[in-house]
């Protein structure tokens, strides 16, 4: 039970483990599908390490640019990522798991914010937002993304 604003989104992916958890923890996979649809990124800083910092230009398809600044606090190679989001709006804590099933492995993201009434509104857009995350990750596992 959490006081917090808990946005749930989960997905099997039909790899092993340690391949999920490599297209997040290689920045040059990661670019090619972080965030929904329309946006490109680009990554500034990376330091996948637990106090390290992650940076992030996300840019829209109408050329805005989102910097985004990100501290890992957590990370257990191949099953568990954790990272607190500082800017550009939500602050936030993002709890990702790798878990292996039979048929591949299941990627839980457990998303935490205050419980503000702006976050609130956010809900089910950030929630559509992640199933675009997951699908444009799909098409980097199975090798179908553009090159940006």
């Excluded at 604003?5 to 992916?13: A, K, V």
Aim: aromatic share 12%.
């Amino acid at each position: 039970m959490t006081d917090k604003l808990e946005i749930l989104n989960e997905r099997l992916f039909a790899v092993d483990a340690p391949t999920l958890f490599d297209a997040f923890a290689d920045p040059d996979k990661l670019k090619h599908w972080w965030g929904p649809h329309g946006f490109t990124n680009r990554i500034d800083a990376f330091d996948f390490r637990e106090g390290g910092s992650w940076r992030i230009t996300m840019t829209a398809s109408d050329g805005t640019d989102f910097d985004n600044h990100s501290t890992f606090q957590e990370i257990v190679p191949t099953s568990r990522v954790v990272f607190l989001h500082h800017l550009p709006m939500h602050i936030y804590t993002m709890e990702m798991s790798f878990a292996p099933e039979e048929e591949g492995t299941r990627l839980h993201w457990r998303m935490l914010f205050e419980p503000t009434e702006e976050n609130r509104q956010l809900e089910k857009f950030i929630r559509a937002a992640n199933e675009q995350n997951f699908d444009r990750l799909e098409q980097v596992l199975t090798g179908h993304h553009e090159e940006l």
